[in-house]
């Protein structure tokens, strides 16, 4: 039987616009069987669900680091690699929040693991490079640009930093 809401929620969930420019993981967002609109609240209700989903820390990490909590999104990170260390969304996101840490030679070496695991990602060595660029590592920084530019001649930032 059709159920017009179910329906929907699916529907919502799939299409949602991704988070501030962070990689979520392919199945993340469930609707809270409570009602409440808080993300952070339906991720929590997801890892009591089955606690040994790493997207569900992933999101949550997530969360955290969209709110400026960098030190706790990097937990949320580190316990989802210990559940799915092959998971590329843990290591671009908490090298972001390392990054944003200023812990700019931790955050390159998950850059560099995020790398390994999804080569084509663009984001990953942009971001890279930054990181490189901010420890003075400037030919490591530019080699990344190129290789940003290489993957997408359109990603204007790129060129800005080469």
């Known amino acids: 039987m059709f159920k017009p809401r179910i329906c929907f929620l699916f529907l919502t969930v799939l ?3 991704s988070l501030c420019g962070f990689s979520k993981s392919s199945n993340v967002v469930e609707p809270s069987q409570s009602g ?3 993300s952070l609240i339906d991720y929590n209700y997801k890892k009591e669900l089955n606690p040994l989903s ?3 820390f ?3 990490g997530i969360e955290k680091l969209a709110k400026g909590d960098y030190n706790s999104a990097i937990k949320e990170f580190d316990t989802a690699q210990t559940l799915n260390p092959k998971l590329y ?3 671009f996101n908490r090298a972001n929040a390392k990054k944003l840490s200023s812990r700019y030679h931790e955050a390159i070496q998950d850059y560099t693991k995020a790398i390994e695991l999804n080569p084509k990602d663009l984001k990953a060595f942009y971001n890279r490079g930054n990181a490189k660029r901010l420890v003075a590592d400037h030919m490591g920084a530019l080699e990344d640009y190129k290789k940003t530019i290489q993957l997408d001649p359109n990603f ?3 060129y800005n930093n080469s």
């Open 58 to 60: 992933v999101n949550r």
């Open 89 to 91: 969304e843990i290591y």
């Open 15 to 17: 299409f949602l616009p």
């Open 36 to 38: 409440l609109s808080n």
């Open 156 to 158: 204007v930032q790129a």
């Open 54 to 56: 790493a997207n569900a």
